[in-house]
C-alpha cells in the first residue's frame, strides 16, 4: 500500500490581519497623544516679603472683572493701568488674590496679560 505524497502548495500571504492591526494602533496612538502645545505659566508662591524697596501693586481677580489697588476695570485695560500706577518701575512686583468662584480660564488669561510684561514679578495669593 502506497501512500502518496501531496504536493505541498504554498498559500499566498494575506496582509489584510496586518493591516488592522497597524489600523488598530494608530487609532490608539492617535486618540492617546495630544497635537496642542500647551504654555507654561510660571507662578510664585508669595510667601515672603517682597525684594526692594517697590511697594507691590495688588490685583484681585473677581469673575466679572478686576480689581487693581481697589480699582475695578476690564481685563485688556489693566496693563496700562498698571503703567500708570508704577511709571519707571523695574522688577515690580504683583500679587494676584483670587475671589471665589473665578474659573481656572479667567486665572491663565489673566496671567497671559501679566506675562507681556517681562518686568512684572507675578505672585499668586493662596
Known amino acids: 500500500m502506497a501512500l502518496e505524497a501531496r504536493a505541498w502548495r504554498?498559500?499566498?500571504v494575506t496582509l489584510?490581519?496586518?493591516i488592522d492591526v497597524i489600523f488598530l494602533l494608530l487609532l490608539f496612538f492617535m486618540l492617546s497623544s495630544t497635537f496642542t502645545r500647551f504654555g507654561e505659566l510660571p507662578l510664585l508662591n508669595a510667601g515672603g516679603g517682597t525684594a526692594g524697596g517697590a511697594t507691590p501693586v495688588f490685583?484681585?481677580?473677581r469673575s466679572g472683572d478686576v480689581a487693581l489697588n481697589g480699582t475695578a476695570m476690564p481685563m485688556n485695560e489693566l496693563g496700562a493701568a498698571i503703567a500708570e500706577t508704577a511709571p519707571g518701575e523695574e522688577d515690580l512686583t504683583v500679587?494676584?488674590?483670587i475671589a471665589?468662584?473665578?474659573t481656572s480660564q479667567r486665572l491663565v488669561d489673566l496671567l497671559g496679560e501679566l506675562r507681556r510684561r517681562p518686568e512684572?514679578?507675578?505672585?499668586v495669593l493662596e
Open 59 to 61: 490685583i484681585q481677580l
Open 120 to 123: 512684572l514679578a507675578v505672585s
Open 10 to 12: 504554498r498559500r499566498p
Open 95 to 97: 500679587l494676584v488674590s
Open 100 to 102: 471665589e468662584g473665578v
Open 16 to 18: 489584510t490581519p496586518l
